[in-house]
């Protein structure tokens, strides 16, 4: 499966402006209500609701907040229901965080709002009074979630990146709505970024999209150039005072052994990946005077525990990675026992992280819907019964996809 952008807030389908879940945005003038701005629900025939949200009502959540000393909140359910048993001396894995995706197509949509619009959507992901999204996966340069293929340097043979340019899609729609979002959060956002496609010119197939590897091999000019264009990303975001948590070395890299062929893409395997890490990109990383950590995989847990294996059986490579991304689409086929309870039992001081999941995205269900209680019950499942909960993004692959789906990290 090629990847489906982790793309911040609905599930695939048109326009964005028509979608958002668990709320629906619009720019109509609804009267706003007075109070505790209670959700104003909206049924689309597909298992559950929608809260409406528009350029003046949206509704909130009451902050969390600690119980007073001598005192506790006690929440019940009836007998007829399914109960829960919190065991509070069980303790498993730490949960970093829940997030979604500032694709192109998910900052474009979002842009279609007007302001007041966009303020109650980005408020309802990022601030005390929204659910408080605290991961965001930013794709470098153009993804599957892109109206167009682009790299930021697409000067042939510009070994040096004289010509490095953040895009338009960068500096005039992501960055600014990043910046909103970082200015409503309370608390620290944790942004991580992905390639999809390097410069077309440093590619086999000298094209940013379709089945490609990088030219040459590890420690080369073509790798010691990817792995700075890395750190000039992060450079020029740093002149917008955005800062990033971490990189993940390639998104989905196995994919470009397969992909569409107008699909942006690098493929990768293990064996490549490990010696990237660590004779190009780790120690481009490590002289950086960025404090941005590693990920590596960034694709299918099936993969698992074989690319931790070789990657992180190299203690050069290991020792600049910090933990390892992986994405839900082939859940299905290997159980986390397997697969991610392994890889941790083998490198417990290497973190796993979900990176990306949605649902929607086949073509025989490629659509928006509303309320589907079914779609929530499968990000559901998957957070509560996965080994280690993670960060998916959204779904589609259109560029015109509405808000991307939810995801958790």
């Known amino acids: 499966v090629q990847p489906h952008s982790l793309n911040l807030l609905g599930c695939p389908g048109p326009s964005c402006a028509e979608c958002m879940a668990p709320r629906l945005l619009g720019d109509s003038e609804d009267n706003e209500v007075a109070g505790a701005r209670p959700c104003i629900p909206k049924d689309f025939g597909h298992g559950s609701l929608v809260c409406v949200c528009n350029a003046t009502y949206c509704d909130t959540l009451d902050p969390l907040v600690l119980p007073a ?14 109960l829960l048993t919190l065991n509070i001396s069980a303790l498993y894995q730490h949960v970093k965080g829940f997030g979604g995706s500032f694709s192109d197509a998910a ?33 470098m340069a153009c993804s599957d979630f892109s109206v167009r293929p682009y790299s930021y340097d697409d ?10 340019r953040l895009a338009d899609e960068d500096v005039k729609m992501k960055i600014p709505l990043l910046r909103r979002a970082l200015a409503m959060s309370k608390r620290p956002l944790l942004l991580f970024a992905s390639p999809w496609t390097a410069p077309g010119w440093m590619k086999s197939n000298g094209d940013v999209r379709g089945k490609g590897t990088l030219k040459g091999k ?25 800062t990033f948590w971490a990189v993940t070395a390639q998104n989905e890299p196995l994919a470009g052994l397969f992909t569409p062929p107008q699909a942006p893409t690098i ?46 059986g190299n203690a050069t490579a290991a020792r600049y990675v910090a933990g390892l991304a992986v994405h839900w689409y082939l859940d299905a086929i290997v159980p986390p026992s397997c697969s991610l309870e392994a890889t941790h039992k083998l490198f417990p001081d290497h973190f796993l992280l979900y990176t990306e999941a949605c649902t929607g995205f086949f073509m025989f269900r490629f659509a928006v819907s509303l309320g589907c209680w079914e779609r929530g019950d499968h990000y559901s499942y998957s957070i509560l019964t996965v080994w280690p909960p993670h960060c998916p993004p959204g779904a589609g692959g259109s560029p015109a996809q509405p808000f991307p789906c939810p995801s958790r990290s």
Do not use: C
């Open 69 to 82: 000393p001598g005192s506790y909140v006690k929440y019940e359910s009836s007998a007829t229901g399914l």
């Open 107 to 139: 900052a474009m949509n979002i842009l279609k709002l007007s302001q007041p619009a966009q303020d109650n959507l980005l408020r309802s992901y990022f601030s005390e009074s929204g659910i408080e999204y605290n991961l965001v996966r930013v794709p």
């Open 155 to 164: 000067v042939p043979n510009d070994y040096e990146l004289k010509h490095f």
């Open 218 to 242: 590890a420690g080369d000019k073509y790798h010691k150039t990817w792995a700075n264009y890395f750190i000039k990303f992060l450079d020029e975001y740093a002149k917008h005072n955005v």
């Open 267 to 312: 493929a990768f395997t293990a064996a490549q990946q490990r010696d990237f890490i660590a004779q190009d990109l780790g120690p481009a990383l490590a002289r950086s005077p960025h404090r941005t950590q590693l990920l590596m995989l960034d694709d299918q847990r099936i993969h698992l525990p074989h690319w931790a294996k070789v990657v992180l």
